[in-house]
């Protein structure tokens, strides 16, 4: 006798794979600003409260000030499980004004543990059904990442569809309401057992898209102090703060304070000293910069009067006249007016001239793409308007080391590991230690990013570990466009760099007594030239005849008879016997000094040579 069989599954199963796949507060908030944007949404607004009580809707799970809630004696069964269910107070909700969903929406895919259907959307090349969007999630981890921020999830949902015959987007004239309790998934209930409030209601006028409210957060000290300020700093790192490329915006509010990353963004690169911009098109490679004057300037005294007396005091007209006629080539070369920014420059690449992979004859072509780096100093920042985001230095400092780096992002959302932690994958780092680059940017001192869509860059596909690309003629010469990139960047600062250091040769004379390495040179050549000329001289002095003649000049004279009547003549004679023991000593001790001194040439003919 044969009997059909299933296979069943542990509830608890459900809640390890959402441990095991989101691995902290943070991934698990960004993947549900990702459900957002796939959602079609032009925004995705994210409210912390760990402390507030949401009043926007009645919450199937109550709130209460500890926690607990007066349970009726004839509630039902469902009624005291749900009570049982109160949280105290604290959420995080995220609304979106996306397409949402309906019941079918809701059982078939939102309920459904499965592979979610965007990753055949993306191997078919299907975009979303309003925005068009290639959608970045594909492994349905949305819902399952709230168990890592609390303990109930609430869901109310509005469908939008498009209404082929009236040509317009309508709104569904109902709201749906799903309620989880993450406590009810355990080792003792099967999935297919673990309740699931879901009901509907008819719309407000001005309800629309998706709300998640989370309550009983796990842990509320992850949104407070210095905790806090790393989610920020996270946040800035895998949704990108650049406005220029973000196809929509992300909203974030803490305890009632806004965080502005597009302020935060436009402040820091407000004190940039140099900042690149460039722009691939399929056909051409275009890269543009501007660049401060300080960046000449220096960090020791010596070299920062240099810089006033060369160029501070002109705002280095001449030396832009110098850069013109007899400096290094620098592409597209401007002077800009003004005391903010020195020079700008300009240059494009024909995409054929780059030996780039082909296929058949054609270039593999990864999609046009855009980006920026800009370079900081640590070291005597002019904060000016910054200070109203950045109340000290340190703070500034705490950002930049926090933030530096050049990352991708993709529709927003920054892929790892490029720019994270210390990953130079632009090799800005490796140009610099072997010596190609000397006076190049510097990994910790840049903030920057490159923007890709799914839509135009789909040749770029990722790990399926969200760990960098896979290796493809398209990423090898995505990357290769990006090494033309930092070798352009560094090109022109080496240019500048070495440029500066012939003007500063030419005019070492205006320099008010600080010495050149050549003047340097020939003043110690001097110093042992006078050094073995007073030896010389003094090798002719015969002071200790003189003195051992004078001694017995004293003696003759004391001895005289007559000699008491003329004691001004004998106390003279004392003291000349004196002193010219006290030279005599000056000049054995001197003669060291000028031997070690008489050295000195051939001490400035091997550092002038070293240097060299």
Known sequence: MSTDARFDINAMVVRQLGEQLISDEVTALVELVKNAYDADASFALVEVSTEGTYTEDDLHFPVAPNGEVEIPKRATAEEQRRLRGAVPPGYIL????????????????????????????????????????TPLGDKGLGRLSTQRLGDRLEMFTVKERYDEAADEWIYSDEEHHVAVNWDEFHDEVRLGEVPVYLAERPREPSRRGTRLVVTGLRDPSVWLGTAQEALIGRLTQIISPFQA????????????????????????????????????????????????????????????????QLVGNDLGARFFEFLEDE????????????????????????????GLETRDGAIVDPGPFMGEIDQFGYKDVELGDAREVFSRIADYTKYLQGQSGVRIYRDGFGIRPYGFGNNDWLGFREEQTSGRSFYGLRPKNMIGYVAITSKDNPLLEEKTDREGFTETPASANFMALMGHVRRQVNGVFNSLRRSYNDFRKEHQEELRGILSAEALFEELRETSAQSKALDAATEELEIGDVASSLRQTLEQVQALPEAGANPDIENLLRQAVEQLGVAQDVIRRAAFIRERAGRLDTAADYLETQLE
Not at 104 to 119: N, P, V
Not at 336 to 352: K, L, Q, T
């Open 245 to 308: 490329e973000r196809p929509f915006r992300v909203l974030l509010t803490i305890n009632g304070t806004r965080v502005d990353f597009e302020r935060l963004t436009r402040t820091i690169r407000d004190v940039a000293l140099s900042t690149h911009e460039f722009v691939f098109d399929g056909d051409h490679l275009h890269v543009e910069g501007r660049i401060k004057l300080v960046v000449l300037r220096g960090n020791d005294d010596r070299k920062q009067e240099e810089y006033r």
């Open 327 to 354: 400096g290094r080539a620098i592409p597209g070369l401007t002077y800009i007016e003004g005391p903010e920014w020195f020079i700008s420059y300009r240059v494009s690449f024909d995409v054929r001239t780059l």
């Open 94 to 133: 995220v609304r979106d004004d996306g397409t949402g969903m309906d019941r079918d929406d809701i059982e078939e895919g939102w309920l459904t543990i499965s592979l979610s259907k965007k990753r055949a959307m993306k191997q078919s090349g299907a975009v979303s059904p309003k925005r068009k969007r």
